[in-house]
């Protein structure tokens, strides 16, 4: 049977859903004790989070500091056009507080300053790559410069599951 690279991709993405899936509701249980027992609760506390950390140009940061790697203030800036260096600076000591990057002081003359992703940075970043890649796979932004050879593991891991 012949497969095309949408189908594997279709595949692989529902195997994902479904295994994180499973994993949430294991940590559920796990964490029974320290989650709210009403959704609405939950909901309040989801909210929450994503309107602090997912708020306007917070994502942005995120994505720029896990795909270009550490870099300084003024670079932020031009990869992210339309932002105001007033607007950044907030937003950064936001996700410093929160623990999502960290501010080095490069000690040369004259001092610069470099943004990395922390540990609890990277893993939300992570986290949020398959949605990024899912996104940029339904809406056809993927960019093909030459024929794709799926690895022979994946293709036959796939005909099998």
């Known amino acids: 049977m012949q497969y095309t690279l949408q189908d594997i991709l279709d595949k ?12 949430s509701k294991e940590t559920v249980v796990v964490s ?4 709210p027992h009403k959704s609405s ?31 300084g203030f003024e670079g932020l800036r031009r990869s992210l056009k339309g932002i105001s260096s007033r607007v950044l600076s907030k937003k950064l000591k936001m996700l410093e507080d929160r623990g999502l990057i960290e501010r080095e002081v490069l000690n040369t003359r004259p001092p610069k300053v470099r943004y990395a992703l922390t540990e609890k940075g990277l893993t939300v970043s992570t986290l949020g790559e398959p949605v990024i890649l899912y996104l940029r796979f339904k809406e056809g932004l993927f960019l093909i410069r030459e024929s794709v050879t799926v690895p022979s593991e994946i293709f036959v891991r796939t005909r099998e599951g």
């Open 12 to 23: 692989r993405f529902r195997e994902l859903r479904e295994a994180i899936a499973a994993w």
């Open 32 to 35: 029974r004790p320290f989650v």
């Open 41 to 71: 609760e939950a909901a309040e506390l989801n909210l929450m989070l994503v309107r602090t950390i997912f708020s306007k140009w917070s994502i942005e940061i995120l994505t720029v500091l896990y795909t270009l790697k550490p870099m």
